[in-house]
């Protein structure tokens, strides 16, 4: 990769910070001009120089000819400004799903998913997994072109939508690279800019539409009738409507105008970000072809990656390749040209495009490429077929005295691993799916299972102890959820401990589907399934608090994190709670000195000092990760370094305690792909 994640994410930063610059400069040239217009209108009309009577009342004239300019430009200002926070607060409640929904996409479920859709569900749920992030909905658009998008404020919100014609004419390894495509705008904060840009762009649009519609209410209403002759014997009434006319076509030249300077600011923001996503899939996937081969296959295809949808111009910017015509120069293109995209990937190509393929390919034997050398040992690494559902493979265990253990190379600069997933990670996510137990993964897929997976990720291994969760859950649940419940729980009791935290990232696209009643009846569980587990464990709290960090905004109002803390120094104490926390899981006491001791030298600049045991709580915990998630990315990436420090220091690594440290990475929003035994970093 050519910059690492915060990079990246700074990036998008500047980015919005250049489009809120441009975007201020084209309303502040947009008023202006309104204010001279009409100014000049003014100043030519006879309104000014000599008097005139409106609805029978005399008037005098216009004592200062700049009143009705200023409130020209004000007005003007007021609409853009106004349309745009509205169409921003409508995006931001929608999120993702406002946006697919709006360019006709219809939501994927497994159960009625064709062969091509089941394929195109896998490949999303094994990227999700590979790179540390909640599995998103997918939503497919009835259109023959070949194109995606990725929309959403966050990896919370996010959902991917897929043409049909990307389904039925891709390979899966093209598919895969159009796919690692998308989730590297997620990951990098790229779809926060663009669905931003959607609705500052919708006020400049609007001067256009209020011209509109002032012109249809006179085209429908009779135009310049004898009635508003009448009502001014000297035909002052009739030039009043004639400057009124005159204004519409004003706005609407006015309002072309300015949607041209922001078709401008759009192509100019987005144009470069199209290359780094591409180079991201490349590095996710390891296979050049297969990105590269989906962008052949548009420039080959009848339709491209054209869209017919009416509102497909809204999100031109957001698609994987150019979605809308993009006019005689390449000015207004949001996306680089094709063939500079394939040899940006592929230097060596030879400008020839493939036949166009029928809809439906089979592409089993397809696209085959040599694994890169090592990348059979990494964990879960099988000879198995992971497409192949009549074998479920078992992950390895390479353990250290019987454990599940990970090497302590793979913990080391765990910051370098941020936002970083690549081919291993990829193909450890697909044989960790196919390893899941099939009426696990099944429930997990679908609104009423996903509650019971959930369930019964939470219920104590202690027979008391679950015996109290359960009747909490017969009182509180529906009687079908908490039988399913207890017959996932062999299940899931016995599943591999690498499986539990991807499994809450699959349950959350089904979750979300849930009406709000179903959310209020499983938040209410997953309250009694912790209060009736009073020694509820630090891996379960992560999971239940990972589960609801992203399913919460999507049925609450939930403040948007912000920057609050400008470094660690400034959250000292919540760095020292976290860190006292994780060092005191590691077991005795001296480990826990020890443990904390390395952690803390990773914080240079930073003052702390071991809470006792008794002090840790889950309490104290929830406090400190709301804090230390309002400092900056960079400074949480630091803070993820020391916590690999503490969990680490006592020599060994076991599964647990590498999927703990996800999750807090994931509760800091620094998305870590899967550890794997076997990595180098």
């Known amino acids: 990769m050519p910059t690492d994640f915060f990079e990246r994410q700074a990036k998008a930063r500047r980015n919005t910070s250049l ?36 609805a029978g009342a005399p008037q005098e004239p216009l004592p200062f000819p700049w009143e009705v300019p200023l409130a020209a430009g ?65 939503y497919l658009m009835d259109e ?13 919100d996010a959902v991917i ?8 004419s891709l390979s899966r390894e093209e598919l895969q690279g159009v796919i690692a495509h998308e989730f590297s705008h997620i990951l990098n904060g790229d779809m926060r800019m663009s669905i931003r840009l959607i609705g500052i762009l919708h006020g400049i649009l609007l ?42 076509v004003a706005l609407i030249v006015i309002g072309s105008i300015g949607s041209l300077f922001g078709g401008l600011i759009k192509a100019a923001v987005s144009r470069q970000r199209e290359y780094l996503a591409d180079a991201s899939a490349v590095q996710f996937t390891r296979n050049p072809g297969g990105i590269a081969g989906a962008l052949k296959r548009i420039g080959a295809a009848a339709y ?38 394939i040899l940006a990937i592929e230097p060596n190509w030879n400008g020839e495009w493939p036949e166009p393929v029928a809809a439906g390919r089979d592409d089993a034997g397809l696209g085959q490429r040599q694994q890169a050398a090592g990348a059979a040992g990494f964990a879960g690494a099988s000879a198995t077929a992971a497409g192949d559902a009549s074998v479920r493979p078992t992950l390895p265990r390479a353990g250290v005295a019987g454990s599940d253990a990970i090497p302590l190379a793979v913990v080391d600069n765990a910051v370098d691993q941020v936002g970083e997933p690549t081919d291993d990670h990829r193909d ?101 399934l912790v209060a009736a587990d009073q020694k509820l464990s630090l891996f379960e709290w992560t999971l239940a608090r990972v589960l609801m960090r992203h399913l919460q905004p999507q049925f609450e109002r939930v403040r948007s994190p912000s920057t609050k803390h400008r470094s660690l120094a400034a959250v000292a104490d919540e760095c020292g709670t976290l860190l006292s926390i994780l060092a005191h899981a590691a077991g005795a006491q001296q480990h826990a000195d020890a443990a904390f001791a390395q952690a803390s030298a990773r914080l240079e600049g930073v003052s702390i000092t071991l809470a006792p045991r008794g002090d840790c709580s889950l309490t104290s915990l929830d406090r400190a990760l709301n804090e230390l998630a309002a400092t900056p990315a960079r400074e949480r990436g630091r803070l993820i370094d020391a916590c690999a420090e503490a969990i680490c220091a006592d020599g060994k690594v076991n599964v647990q305690e590498a999927e703990l440290l996800r999750g807090v990475a994931d509760l800091l929003d620094c998305p870590m792909p899967p550890l794997l035994a076997g990595q180098a970093v």
Not at 161 to 168: N, P
Not at 490 to 514: E, H, K, Y
Request: charged share 15%.
């Open 428 to 528: 450890y996510a697909r044989q960790l799916i196919a390893s899941i137990d099939p009426t696990v993964l099944a429930a997990a897929r679908e609104p009423y299972g996903a509650r019971a997976v959930v369930y019964a990720l939470l219920l104590d291994n202690e027979l008391e102890v679950r015996q109290h969760q359960m009747a909490a859950l017969d009182r509180l649940a529906t009687p079908d959820v908490a039988e399913l419940t207890r017959r996932l729980v062999p299940a899931i009791v016995s599943a591999d401990p690498r499986t539990r935290l991807p499994l809450v990232d699959l349950c959350l696209p089904a979750l979300r589907a849930m009406i709000p009643a179903q959310y209020k009846q499983f938040a209410e569980c997953l309250r009694a």
């Open 207 to 248: 001067l256009g539409l209020v011209g509109q519609g002032i012109l249809r209410f006179f085209f429908w209403s009779g135009g310049t009738s004898s009635r508003s002759r009448n009502s001014d014997g000297d035909g002052k009434g009739g030039a009043l409507i004639i400057a009124l006319l005159a204004a519409s």
């Open 304 to 341: 491209g990656g054209r869209l017919r949808h009416p509102r497909a111009g809204e999100a031109s910017h957001m698609f994987f390749a150019q979605g809308v015509w993009e006019g005689f120069t390449s000015l207004m293109a949001t996306h680089p040209p094709l063939p500079k995209r």
């Open 19 to 54: 489009l809120i610059f441009l975007f201020v400069a084209a309303v502040v040239g947009i008023t202006g001009t309104v204010f001279f217009v009409t100014y000049f209108a003014v100043q030519n009309t006879p309104l000014v120089k000599e008097p005139y009577q409106f």
């Open 144 to 156: 023959p072109a070949i194109n995606a998008f990725a929309a959403g404020f966050s990896p919370s």
């Open 74 to 138: 004000a007005g003007t200002l007021a609409l853009i400004g106004g349309g745009s926070l509205y169409k921003v607060s409508a995006l931001r409640a929608g999120g993702g799903t406002s946006v697919a929904e709006t360019l006709g996409g219809k939501r994927l479920y497994p159960d009625s998913a064709g062969a091509a859709e089941r394929r195109l569900l896998n490949v999303v749920e094994e990227m999700a997994i590979a790179s540390g992030t909640p599995a998103p909905p997918v």
């Open 161 to 168: 939508g897929v043409t049909r014609g990307c389904v039925e």
